[in-house]
């Protein structure tokens, strides 16, 4: 009886441990992790990473243990310049051979309103890592038509200094604006 009590308790733990865990991923087709960065002082360049991926974890069923970690490919960078995309992946900038991924690990997030927060976390490009906060706008969700599962919709905003990484050292803040603005659309289902 013991054993049997024993067993069920473990098997009731279990299935509140695994319906507490949510964990959620980008869909790739109807997300995009881009950038813009000002050139010359007088126009505004925008390219985006073409592969990455960002995973959403919570044990908590208010999301307040929220965990999101992003990776991107730095040989995915495209700005539609092929010739510009080789020189960004070049040790002039992002070194894509010696460093061939970026990533984002949060650390906190703020609720600010209904649907705006502050998501804190670790930048990690160029082999360098610093704390940046970036601002994230719930659209909400839906159910999508066509395999039944609920999709929440995101935008998130930022910018970071390439000096902080050291990225284009070469390049003076007249050629190349240090301030680069981060810019994600970003859709998420539950795994």
């Not at 959620?24 to 007088?42: C, E, Q, Y």
């Not at 706008?137 to 038509?145: A, L, S, W």
């Amino acid at each position: 009886m013991k054993k049997l009590f024993l067993s069920l308790a473990m098997m009731l733990v279990f299935c509140v441990a695994s319906y507490a865990q949510q964990s959620w991923s980008n869909d790739p087709a109807h997300s995009r992790l881009g950038f813009t960065v000002k050139h010359m002082t007088i126009s505004e360049v925008s390219g985006r990473f073409t592969d990455f991926s960002v995973k959403v974890k919570s044990e908590k069923a208010d999301l307040s243990d929220l965990k999101i970690d992003v990776t991107a490919q730095i040989g995915s960078i495209n700005t539609d310049i092929e010739a510009r995309d080789k020189h960004l992946k070049s040790a002039d900038f992002f070194d894509a051979e010696k460093y061939p991924t970026l990533t984002f690990v949060s650390t906190s997030h703020k609720k600010i309103t209904n649907n705006k927060f502050k998501l804190m976390g670790n930048l990690t490009m160029h082999g360098i890592t610093k704390f940046i906060t970036l601002d994230v706008v719930y659209f909400g969700e839906v159910t999508n038509p066509m395999n039944q599962k609920k999709v929440y919709g995101f935008k998130v905003t930022g910018v970071v200094k390439r000096s902080n990484y050291n990225l284009g050292s070469k390049f003076g803040n007249a050629m190349i604006s240090d301030n680069i603005k981060i810019v994600a659309d970003l859709e998420f289902s539950k795994d």
